[in-house]
């Protein structure tokens, strides 16, 4: 099979193909409807007919090129920038630049194989866009908060007042529009009563996991699932004088480890087997910030069980 790596921009992309027979080609192309055309005509100019593609999850740049391709029939892998980065490491990649960038990836798609992207649904899309939007709305209403406690003129005050209850009713129409659209997709539906019957989450962060790791009960593993959302443990050891304590590996899904900070110390008290793995924890002298740490991974292991079997959350279970 070939394979196909591409870089991508906002304005274009480097593609590599390496066909059947070893040989490598390249081309540059627009980021748009009419650039992925020629890419389409390039490839069956070189007479591909079964392809893996891969790209780096760059922003959203990859992802209307993603969508094209996979409709095509190609085989699509998406992948964490840092797993191509590591690869172009151990190649001994000296130079940088776009051309060199897609040959890596390309070179990668060939040797590991990565595992296959499933496109979201309307509906996922649709969620996720709209809970972004949240985001950036509580965000925007913090800033102006923020601002209102340090202002002393009253004309600012008002104004900043005026924009702190638009953020008010605009985050309260997005939060009910979000769950009117959970309401009408029973699959949507199912996963967020999944999610919430996990003790520590609640809407918003079973929002937040739906939005962004749409695809979480279709993970080869929980593992697997907390590696991609940066909640595995990093650890640096050498012999015996080198040693660092471990710490999140921090690669990977940064939003939903911010969504999981507050639900997992409210589990450390409410959910029975993140209280006690945080008991064990202390009990072996470990300090807080590796307890939350753990927590985090542990809740997100929980939310793929639950998805994956389409079992509520046990509290029993582990005995």
């Known amino acids: 099979m070939a394979t196909l790596g591409i870089d991508v921009s906002k304005k274009t992309f480097d593609a590599t193909l390496i066909d059947d027979t070893g040989k490598e080609h390249h081309r540059q192309f627009k980021n748009n409807e009419k650039g992925f055309n020629k890419l389409e005509s390039w490839l069956n100019k070189h007479n591909v007919t079964e392809l893996h593609v891969c790209m780096e999850a760059t922003n959203i740049y990859w992802e209307k090129l ?10 699509v892998s998406v992948v964490n920038p840092s797993r191509i980065k590591g690869f172009a490491v151990s190649q001994l990649q ?21 595992k296959l992207w499933i496109p979201p649904t309307d509906e996922q899309r649709k969620l ?16 102006h908060t ?38 009408q997709y029973p699959d949507l539906k ?21 939005a962004e790791m749409y695809d979480l009960g279709e993970y080869t593993s929980a593992p697997a699932a907390a590696a ?16 660092r304590r471990p710490k999140l590996s921090k690669v990977g899904k940064a939003s939903v ?13 409410h959910n029975p087997i993140i209280r006690d793995l945080k008991e ?40």
Not at 257 to 266: G, H, K, S, V
Request: proline letters at 3%; hydrophobic letters at 40%; one cysteine or more.
């Open 94 to 114: 000296r130079n940088k630049n776009d051309k060199l960038d897609s040959k890596v990836i390309a070179t990668f798609c060939a040797t590991i194989k990565p």
């Open 228 to 243: 991609d959302a940066g909640l595995t443990p990093s650890q640096h050891q050498s012999g015996t004088s080198i040693y």
């Open 280 to 319: 064990r924890l202390q009990a072996k002298g470990k300090n807080k910030k590796v307890i939350i740490g753990a927590a985090m991974r542990k809740l997100l292991h929980i939310a793929y069980g639950v998805l994956k079997n389409k079992t509520p959350f046990d509290p029993a279970y582990a005995n």
């Open 190 to 210: 199912e996963q967020q009563e999944l999610l919430m019957s996990i003790k520590g989450i609640g809407a918003t962060t079973a929002i937040k996991l739906m």
């Open 257 to 269: 480890r911010a969504a999981l900070y507050w639900p997992a110390i409210t589990a450390m008290t």
């Open 146 to 183: 923020n601002r209102l406690e340090t202002c002393t003129d009253p004309v600012v005050q008002s104004s900043l007042q005026l924009m702190i209850d638009t953020f008010d009713k605009q985050i309260i129409d997005i939060e009910q529009q979000i769950q009117k659209l959970i309401d």
């Open 66 to 75: 993603a969508d094209f391709l996979y409709k095509k029939g190609y085989q």
């Open 128 to 143: 996720r866009a709209m809970s972004r939007h949240l985001d950036n709305l509580k965000k925007g209403k913090t800033q």
